[in-house]
């Protein structure tokens, strides 16, 4: 991402993504079956490349515009996204039904040129509109950096809370995913017309995209994410005991409560997703990745390699258990994964507050910036004791001398405190 800069990814892939989605209409004027598929998958391999460019891309370029306010814009990305899983099914529908006019190629052929125009159109727009790491502040342009100083995915993932945030990502874009093949069947016992089931799928994205802004606002001022994504796993949990209901309940499927599942569900993908952004990025920084745009780019890449595995396991998992079973028995996958990242949740939360010392000197101020017990020090008032200072073999050991030793605790002491400062 630093070396190709984000604006020119974005546009890449987006561009990308758009041609891949015209030339995927234009199969349906393939005759041979084998020619189909293999190119079916062709194309569709490309264009996930050329979304993941754009959409990680989106995310740093979004750090870098708004850094101080980095997590509300987010969430108003992630508005327009559940707008876009409520509109586009809609929309690709009556794109179909118009297309069938003409002729059954073009029926198909309709939404998917449509959606390539809209991409094009978009990244003409992005062109002129996107910043670029020319006009950012000196602090967030690329830097270059030597081998040793280059931080990676291995590293990010090697952070506790930051592998607890994605795997917190893809358990709840695996219950986002799961409904896809199989909520339609699920509800075909109520016999509803097509705009009734329209209006059930749009339920819990329509709550993701109208709640995911507030959880933003909330995010940017909370100093513990991990209690919202907690909070999330729970809401998603007890959405998806009421959609089936679960088979621990001792009633059959009722409309109204399903539909209340998916909006609880709807809450819960809001808490999870933008709250475990929000923990990736902070602990990232907290725990020395540079606040630039390769670390940007590195908690964005992250945060959609998650979300894609969970929404490549989420439908593959519900097309096999529930050929092998039914929704309600089917759906404890889900739970479970949950269940799994709620504990962890309660065993960071609690590991946290443990490791947070309650008081240091009646002097100091203890200011909490997040539930991992990571701490600043400011206007601290001790004093080291005289240690050793290290023997020069240089001078064949003839001297040994005695140097204060000065701690730097977090870089928020005052530049004007002059005294030496004890290593906590």
């Not at 679960?246 to 933008?274: E, H, K, R």
């Not at 894609?308 to 258990?321: D, E, F, K, R």
Request: one cysteine or more; charged letters at 15%; hydrophobic letters at 45%.
């Amino acid at each position: 991402m630093d070396d190709l800069r984000p604006k020119r990814v974005f546009n890449i892939g987006i561009l990308v993504t758009g041609t891949c989605s015209i030339l995927f209409g234009f199969l349906t004027f393939l005759d041979t079956r084998v020619w189909f598929v293999t190119l079916s998958f062709i194309i569709r391999i490309i264009e996930a490349m050329g979304t993941a460019g754009h959409v990680t891309a989106t995310f740093t370029l979004i750090a870098l515009e708004f850094p101080d306010d980095i997590f509300t814009v987010f969430a108003s990305m992630e508005m327009c996204s559940g707008l876009g899983l409520i509109l586009g099914p809609l929309l690709g529908s009556l794109l179909y039904e118009a297309g069938s006019f003409v002729s059954t190629d073009f029926q198909f052929l309709l939404p998917y040129v449509t959606l390539g125009g809209i991409l094009f159109i978009g990244a003409f727009m992005a062109y002129f509109i996107m910043p670029t790491p020319e006009i950012l502040p000196p602090h967030r342009r690329p830097q270059k950096k030597s081998d040793d100083e280059k931080r990676g995915m291995t590293q990010l993932l090697k952070i506790p809370s930051v592998s607890l945030a994605a795997f917190s990502i893809f358990a709840t874009a695996v219950s986002l995913g799961f409904n896809a093949p199989s909520l339609e069947p699920h509800i075909r016992q109520f016999h509803l017309e097509y705009m009734s089931k329209f209006a059930i799928f749009a339920i819990n994205g329509g709550t993701y995209a109208i709640t995911a802004p507030i959880i933003g606002k909330i995010c940017d001022r909370t100093s513990n994410p991990k209690a919202l994504v907690l909070i999330g796993a729970i809401l998603v949990f007890c959405g998806y005991t009421l959609i089936g209901p679960a088979p621990f309940f001792p009633f059959q499927t009722i409309l109204w409560v399903m539909c209340l599942g998916l909006f609880i569900q709807g809450l819960g993908l809001s808490c999870s997703f933008v709250a475990a952004f929000t923990q990736a990025m902070r602990d990232s920084m907290e725990a020395g990745f540079p606040d630039d745009i390769s670390t940007y780019g590195l908690v964005s890449g992250l945060w959609m390699s998650m979300f894609a595995l969970g929404n490549c396991v989420g439908p593959s998992a519900a097309g096999l258990l529930t050929e092998l079973s039914n929704y309600r028995l089917a759906s404890l996958f889900v739970m479970a994964l949950q269940c799994l990242v709620m504990g962890i949740c309660i065993i960071f939360i609690i590991k946290s507050n443990r490791n947070v010392p309650t008081e240091i000197n009646k002097d100091s101020e203890l200011e909490i910036h997040d539930g991992s017990g990571v701490a600043a020090l400011k206007q601290a008032k001790f004093y080291s004791e005289f240690t050793p200072a290290p023997i020069d073999s240089n001078e064949n050991k003839k001297s040994v001398q005695s140097k204060p030793t000065i701690a730097k605790v977090n870089n928020v002491l005052d530049d004007d405190d002059d005294e030496i400062i004890h290593r906590l």
